[in-house]
């Protein structure tokens, strides 16, 4: 089945402690991206990687990193989380091939930073 | 720099009555404009995508929304509700070649109402 998968589902930490959220997807896709979603705001791209060792900030990099190693697997890492990245995070893929290109979405991870 | 525009975070409708989900871009550039919807606790699912071959575009579950270049819309269409379509909706849009960022809007929720 042809699908992103997002883990961990749930998340609760304390300020400051590292924490890394993997996202991987078995379709082959070039492009994966990952967004926050928060009540009001909507969805907020944070970095997006068009392939292996290829990355770019999106619209709210702060605070955030990622790495593309593997073309299936597509890390968000927080360094020093703070409560304000308590959020709803989503992981997709796609291909490159063009922008028109439907994006598939994983199950999302719910994070709670105390 | 592109924007979405969603009126209406929260729209009520009967079952049976007419869906009608508004989207305004802001795009310098020959936009390509997506609609997803999120079931409670799931991700995003494509419901439609307009990519300037045809400017009305129909997608899954009966909805359709058209491309109104004129009054830089692209609303979501239903004609007839169903208790299933209660979830939220986004509207987002991208740029042609050059560009992997998406820009998604606030989201509406749509009650549907027996």
């Known amino acids: 089945e042809a699908q992103v998968t997002q883990n961990p589902r749930y998340l609760i930490t304390v300020t400051g402690k590292k924490l890394t959220v993997t996202c991987s997807q078995n379709?082959?896709?070039?492009?994966m991206s990952w967004y926050r979603q928060d009540p009001g705001l909507g969805l907020r791209q944070i970095y997006y990687?068009?392939?292996?060792?290829?990355?770019d900030k999106g619209d709210v990099p702060e605070g955030y990193k990622v790495s593309r190693k593997e073309k299936r697997n597509f890390p968000l890492i927080l360094e020093s989380p703070s409560p304000n990245q308590t959020s709803l995070y989503f992981c997709?893929?796609?291909?490159?091939?063009?922008?028109?290109?439907?994006?598939?979405f994983g199950p999302g991870t719910r994070l709670l930073v105390l | 720099a592109q924007s979405v525009t969603q009126l209406g975070s929260h729209v009520s409708v009967s079952e049976g009555a007419l869906v009608l989900l508004r989207c305004n871009y802001s795009s310098s550039v020959p936009p390509y404009l997506f609609w997803y919807v999120q079931y409670p606790n799931q991700g995003l699912q494509l419901l439609l995508k307009y990519t300037s071959a045809a400017t009305l575009v129909k997608g899954i579950n009966g909805f359709e929304a058209e491309f109104k270049k004129s009054e830089t819309s692209f609303h979501l269409t239903k004609p007839s509700a169903h208790m299933s379509d209660a979830a939220e909706y986004f509207c987002?849009?991208?740029?042609?070649?050059?560009?992997?960022?998406?820009?998604f809007g606030t989201g509406t929720r749509l009650k549907v109402l027996a």
């Open positions: 379709m082959n896709h070039e492009y």
């Open positions: 987002a849009v991208t740029q042609g070649s050059g560009t992997y960022k998406y820009i």
């Open positions: 997709a893929s796609r291909l490159t091939s063009g922008v028109w290109e439907t994006q598939y």
């Open positions: 990687s068009m392939n292996v060792e290829v990355t």
